[in-house]
Each structure stands twice: as structure tokens, then as C-alpha cells.
């Protein structure tokens, strides 16, 4: 089963607009990281979120995690079209854990 | 750097036949990972080599696909014979991994493996 699941499955805002994904998952973490997908291309690193983190920034993504209901939510303010894309949340297993388990994504669609 | 390069980016063949997938992971990366993505399974876990060696291969579905890393800069992922039902998308990635935690990991473009 997956260890993380996005929601919602896909999102359609309007350019200038703020997306938020949310990601559930089941099992104890050290960190949690998100991922961009575009279309036909790999997944490429956002942002890394430790499990004695409660909030981190990067640029106009916000993440945050609340480990006790197991949760995490991306936040893109001032959405754009280059924004469209796949969107992926991947956990570990734990410390010393090397396997990342990723979900089956948000797809965003920003329209112009 | 020229970031994981992945070969073929397109891959079609026919039932029955060997496939071959490349990879040249990022230099200075001690580790590699096999990842199938399908709309309806998403992003699979096949393989994970640490300094080349095979760590964990549970992921790998059947005997018919076998992995292996020659060297630091370079891994193969083979399916013998292949199965429509292989079709699919692999990624190559690979991270550097410092006392075995998973910080980062960098994709490969992938390639799209059509199995008729």
C-alpha cells in the first residue's frame, strides 16, 4: 500500500491563485520531501521537510507537517502556468531508512 | 553536471524480447534506485544499490527482470523476455546517502518502455 497519498488527485486554479496539496501517511518518518513532475520528464526535489520541523519555506512554497495526525500540506502562493505540473510527497521508514515511498501525486493545472 | 542520463528515452519492442535500460547516475552518488511509475500503480521502488552492490531488489516483480551496477557510473536494468504488461515508464535516480538516510534524490528523464 502506499505509504503516502496525495490529495486532492488533481487541482485546476487560475493563474495568481495559491494551490494547496495535502499528504497523508501511515508510518513513523524522518523526513518528508515533495517532488515536481512535468509532464514526460522525472520528478525533481522541492523541498525537504525533517520530522522535528513544523513548517519550512522555500522561495513561494510553504510546507508544513503535523507528524501527530501523520500530514503533510504544500502550499504554492501566487500560482503560475509554469507551476503546472505533477505534484508528488515521498516518505521514508525512519531514520537510517534509504527507501522513499511516493504517492500517486496531485496534478495542478494553473490556467493562464 | 549533467545531472542522471537515461537511455533509451523511448524504448518499443515486441513480446518476447530482451530489453535493456541504461543509466549513468550522477558522479559522486554512492547510491541508485529503479523506479517503474504506471498511471495505475504510480512510482514503484525496484532496486536500490548502496556503492554498487545490490541492497534490496524486493520490488523487482519477476525473475524476468534482473539490475546490475558494473560500477560506480553506471547500471543496467534488463527484462528477459519482455510482456506487454511491462509497459511502463523507468526512472533511474541517484542520491548520495551519508551514514543510509535518503536526503535527496535526482531523476534520470526516463524511458518509456511500450511493449506491443
Known amino acids: 500500500s502506499q505509504q503516502g497519498e496525495e490529495d486532492p488527485q488533481a487541482l485546476s486554479i487560475q493563474e495568481g491563485e495559491n494551490a494547496t496539496m495535502n499528504c497523508s501517511y501511515k508510518t513513523s518518518i524522518n523526513n518528508l520531501q515533495w517532488y515536481r513532475q512535468n509532464s514526460g520528464r522525472g520528478l525533481v526535489h522541492l523541498i525537504l521537510?525533517?520530522?522535528?520541523?513544523r513548517e519550512k519555506h522555500s522561495g513561494r512554497l510553504r510546507v508544513t507537517l503535523d507528524t501527530s495526525k501523520k500530514s503533510s500540506s504544500l502550499l504554492i502562493t501566487a500560482s503560475r502556468a509554469a507551476d503546472t505540473a505533477s505534484y508528488f510527497c515521498a516518505t521514508d521508514r525512519g531514520a537510517g531508512s534509504y527507501q522513499l515511498t511516493f504517492g500517486k501525486g496531485t496534478k495542478l493545472s494553473v490556467i493562464p | 553536471d549533467a545531472g542522471v542520463i537515461q537511455s533509451p528515452r523511448h524504448e518499443v519492442t515486441e513480446m518476447g524480447q530482451e530489453v535493456t535500460l541504461r543509466c549513468k547516475p550522477i558522479?559522486?552518488?554512492?547510491?541508485l534506485f529503479w523506479y517503474r511509475q504506471t498511471m495505475m500503480r504510480g512510482l514503484e521502488l525496484l532496486i536500490y544499490f548502496n556503492n554498487n552492490v545490490p541492497i534490496d531488489d524486493s520490488g523487482m516483480p519477476e525473475d524476468r527482470f534482473s539490475a546490475k551496477m558494473p560500477n560506480a557510473s553506471f547500471s543496467t536494468l534488463k527484462i528477459q523476455p519482455s510482456e506487454p504488461r511491462d509497459s511502463a515508464v523507468y526512472f533511474c535516480?541517484?542520491?548520495?546517502?551519508?551514514?543510509?538516510?535518503?536526503?535527496?534524490?535526482?531523476f534520470g528523464s526516463g524511458t518509456q518502455l511500450s511493449v506491443l
Open positions: 558522479s559522486g552518488h554512492n547510491s
Open positions: 535516480a541517484s542520491s548520495f546517502v551519508p551514514g543510509g538516510t535518503n536526503e535527496k534524490l535526482f
Open positions: 521537510i525533517r520530522s522535528n520541523e
